[in-house]
């Protein structure tokens, strides 16, 4: 059965973000730093394509360790109509999680850490024959302006495993991953004296997955469920945000 997440002591809204004093603040940073500073990889040279659909294109590396694959995986998506603060709230907040995830069976808040960063337990629907996995990862979200010539104004949000007392592993196989989401907004500048519209407004998006299954799991059976669901998951997650916000003010 399906159950929403529960938003378990979620901070007021005074609370502060994450703040340098924070035991997971350094780990945070350098994982953000990471992802934004693989967004300029060649990828026509050390990737593979394995979808293509429109403007989506999903690359991924082969790779494996201890004949356990963990082929990192990386998708640019280009949306009309929506912006990066938009693709990147949707994507972060748990509220919204169970509504556009279809490889989870339940989503949960074990610790709020600051406004902008949790910690959740996920259950991921089980595929035979592997054994039923979970995730429990910390998920922050992040806006970077951008300086004036050379980056532009960036949204990232990071997922990135982690440990908690509260929630040992016992029961699944504990899957390991560092994913990103990174977003940038092209905005198309309207004719004199007109309001921005959903029109004039495009986002690119990043997405990248290392994961590591935790354990065996028969890689041609893998390779085959990331191809066909990394995929279904970026068009799915943004026509969720598409009609999620259509009617709403755009959020810049
Ligand atoms: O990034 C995504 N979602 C985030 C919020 O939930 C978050 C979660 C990431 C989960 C990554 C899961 C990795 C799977 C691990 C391997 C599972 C082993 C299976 C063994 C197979 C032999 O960052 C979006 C994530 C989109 C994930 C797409 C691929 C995941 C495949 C997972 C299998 C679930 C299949 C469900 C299909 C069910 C059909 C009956």
Known sequence: NKRAAINKDKPSSTHISLSPEHKYFTEVNQIVS?????INDNLEENWTCI????????????LEEDGIV??????????????????CKYFWDIEYRMEWEATLDSSEVIEWLSDDTFVSHNVIKRVWPASQRDALFWSHIQ?????????????????YSTEHDECPSTKYVR?????GMVCETLIKPPADGCQISRDDI????????EVNPGG??????????YKREYPKF???FTSYVKTKTSNLDILL
Request: glycine fraction near 6%; include cysteine.
């Open 143 to 159: 806006h970077i302006a951008g300086d004036q010539d050379e980056d532009p104004d960036r949204w990232i949000v990071v997922n």
């Open 175 to 179: 899957v390991f991953m560092n994913v």
């Open 216 to 225: 065996w799991a028969p890689a041609s059976v893998l390779r085959a469920v």
């Open 34 to 38: 990471h992802h934004l500073n693989q």
């Open 234 to 236: 970026l068009k799915r």
């Open 70 to 87: 963990i082929d990192p995986l990386k998708a640019i998506h280009v949306v009309k109509g929506i912006t990066g603060h938009e693709v």
């Open 51 to 62: 979808a293509e659909d429109g403007e989506l294109k999903v690359y991924k590396k082969e």
């Open 202 to 209: 495009t986002c690119k998006i990043i997405y990248t997955a």
